[in-house]
Each structure stands twice: as C-alpha cells, then as structure tokens.
C-alpha cells in the first residue's frame, strides 16, 4: 500500500486529500500547510497527520507519494524536497514559475527514477478522452481551427500568476494533446484590468505546425464560469463542454460520407446535433489513479514534464507575445531563449 500525502490543502488541495481518503490502493499519512486553521479543520475530519512544515513531514512520514498544491511560486522548492527524499511526486499546474525551474524538476525526478507528472486535470475529463479518441479515427476529416473559451469570474485569492498562467495553461496543454502537434507561431493580446500586477484578460491566436490554428479567449472578468472547446473540420464541429462533461457533435450536412470522396469537399451547411452518451467521472480521481499507477511502475504518467513544461513555455511566449506586440515564432524564440534542448526540440 503506497503511503500518501499532499502539501497546501487550499482550494484544490483538499480535493486531493479527500480523494486519497477515498481510494483503497493508497493510504493517506498526512497533509501539510502553513494555515493553521485549514491544516486541521481537514486533520480532523480525515484523521491524518498534520503538519505547518512540510520538510519535516516529509522526513518524518516515510511518504511514496506526494501531491503538491501549494501556490505556483513555490512549485520548484516544494517538488525538489519531495524528489531529494524519494518520493513520486504529482504537482499541481503549471509545473513550476519558469521553464528553468521545471527543468530542474524533470531532471531531479528521472536521475532518481521517480514519477513526476503535473496537474492538467482535463486530460482526464471524459469529454476529452472522447474527443481525442474520435479525432486519433479521423472523425471530423482534415480539421481547420480549435477554438478554447475559459472564463471565469475575478478570483481575488491568486496573486502570484496571471490568467494566462492560471488558465491558458490548460488549453495550451490539451491543444497539443488534442492536435498531436506543437506550435509554430503566436500572437496574443492582454489586458490588466483588475488585478494589482498581472494580466487578467488573454486573447491569443496559435498557428500549429500541422497547419491548424488555435485561438485563445480566457480571462477572469466574466461574471459566470465558461469551459469550452471548439474543434473544425471538414465534417463538423465538436463541442466540448468541460463542466459539464459534455460532448456534441454538429454534422456538416455537406460533408461527403465516404473517406474517398474526401477530397470533395465542397460545403457546409447544418446537419444533425448529437449529444455523445459519456460515462461521467471525477477527472481529478482519475489524474490521482494515473499518478498512483505510474508511482507503483504499473504504467507511465499520462501527463509527463516535458508535457507541462512546454505547456508552461507557451504561456510565457504568449505574455512575451503582448508585451511585444509581435508575433513570435516558437523555434526562434526557444532558441534565443536558450529553451530549444530543454524543451526537446533542438534544430
Ligand atoms: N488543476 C486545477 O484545475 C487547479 C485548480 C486550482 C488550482 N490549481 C493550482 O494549484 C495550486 C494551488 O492553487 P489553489 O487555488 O489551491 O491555492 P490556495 O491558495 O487555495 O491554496 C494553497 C495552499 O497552500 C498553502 N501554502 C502556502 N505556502 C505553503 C508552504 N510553504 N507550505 C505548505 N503550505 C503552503 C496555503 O496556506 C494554502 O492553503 C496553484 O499552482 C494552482 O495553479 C490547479
């Protein structure tokens, strides 16, 4: 039985602790966070050990396994004390505050042979498991434009990121899940409307390599919560609502029915809407399952570093984008960064 425990049990971390409590393949040791008032309102109510510092539960607990949701800017330090004592490690996303940090981590997890996967929890939404399945057996035929929407009311907890760390962070990571491809150019757009230092509002538009574009549309100044993705092709669009777990498919009425008659695409008009029949899941119990499988060598993880890593880089060239008011192309950029080997995609 694999000893867990997850350190800063905020808004998402108690999430983990509840889940962990849930689970029969691991048993749940203690939690850790510097708010004393959390740490035991939880302490109490799952019975674990709790701790205000975390090295010392991580030195005192003997843990296999760890899932970190501390604020982003303490990602590295907390991960790395984890990773020296052994432990397989689930952070939560973004990876860590900069491409160099989360560098470290991935370079510290495997000399030590340790899983190390990040929080991309909508990797694990069945809408999108769904998606990604349909699209792998070319069902929307050659697609045009991945269209993310991701609003949210203003969260006045977060001070040490911005909406494009927060939020885009996620899309970026299922585009190029979904589209199986890595970015080539991209311009954003941002705005700083409410909060003290950061961007609140991201437009942002990415061409892909395969010639597919993604755009951008995610902020925190939307008085009601929006999660969806589009996805164009010759045979329709899907639509994925991500809170709810939904999946539609839009027919192009027009599109030919048969694969060789593909190339005789000529029109596009409105066909049958289908709602997909999906069984619902908790994608953070599913993440936290993966995350276990690939500690007890059972599989590898589902999401790796070098996932959240260049998710991470392409949230930076979108900031780096708007700041400039300049389009960036990727490579160039990654390499004048010094970013091109870390990232795996030296010329
Ligand atoms: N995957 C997701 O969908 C998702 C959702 C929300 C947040 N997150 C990520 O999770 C992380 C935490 O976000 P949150 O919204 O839960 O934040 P939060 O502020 O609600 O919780 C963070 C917790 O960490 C604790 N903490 C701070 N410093 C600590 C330290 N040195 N040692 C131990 N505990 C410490 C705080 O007291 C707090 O309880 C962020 O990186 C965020 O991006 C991911």
Redesign the pocket.
Known sequence: MLRAGV???????RHHVRIYKQLDEVELAAI????EA?RSALARRYRVAAYAD?EEMLTGEKLDVVSI????E??RD?ALAAITRGVHVLV???IAASVQQADELIHAAAARGLALTV?H?ERFNPAVVELKRRLAAGELGHVFQVHARRLSPFPT??RDVGVVM?LATHELDIMRYLLGSEAERIFAETERNLHKRYEDMLSGIIRFENGIVGVLDINWLTPTKVRELRITGERGMFLVDYLKQDLYFYENSEAPSRWDAMALFRGVGEGNVIKLHLNRVEPLEAEIKAFLDAAAGRAQPVVTGMDAIRALALVQLLIASAEAGQVLRVADEFERRGWAATLGMAA
């Open positions: 350190i800063g049990v905020g808004s998402i971390g850790a966070d510097i708010d959390r975390y949701a501390v604020p982003t303490l990602h907390v939560e996303k973004p929080g929890v907890y977060i927060d």
